[in-house]
């Protein structure tokens, strides 16, 4: 189950490395999209990161059922994996003596 949970972990770090390398790839163009920046105009202060918000938006939610799909995926291999080493872990046994008093050597 742990390695089954480890593959699902791996598939979503996946999705994110492949967005974040798709990001990474469009950076140069989206520094381009300022028209008049050569002809003497600054470039105006946040449309560069409007343009990467925007594309990193639109990347994530052609990603996000999948992503959401695998989340849900790795909750259940989650509460499976706690449940069973919950239903194996020893009980406690209780203390002998049968006094009550749990403090050791009776000192007050």
Known sequence: ??????????????????????????????????????????????VFLEHYRANLAALTAERQPEVDALTR?????????????ARHRPLPQPAEGGSGDSMAGGRS
């Open 1 to 46: 189950m742990e390695a089954a949970r480890r593959q699902t972990q791996h598939q979503l770090d996946l999705i994110d490395r492949q967005i974040t390398r798709r990001m990474t790839a469009l950076i140069p163009l989206l520094g381009r999209r300022q028209p008049g920046y050569r002809r003497g105009k600054p470039p105006a202060s946040g």
């Open 73 to 85: 995926k790795l909750s259940r291999q989650d509460a499976a994996i706690a449940a069973l080493q």
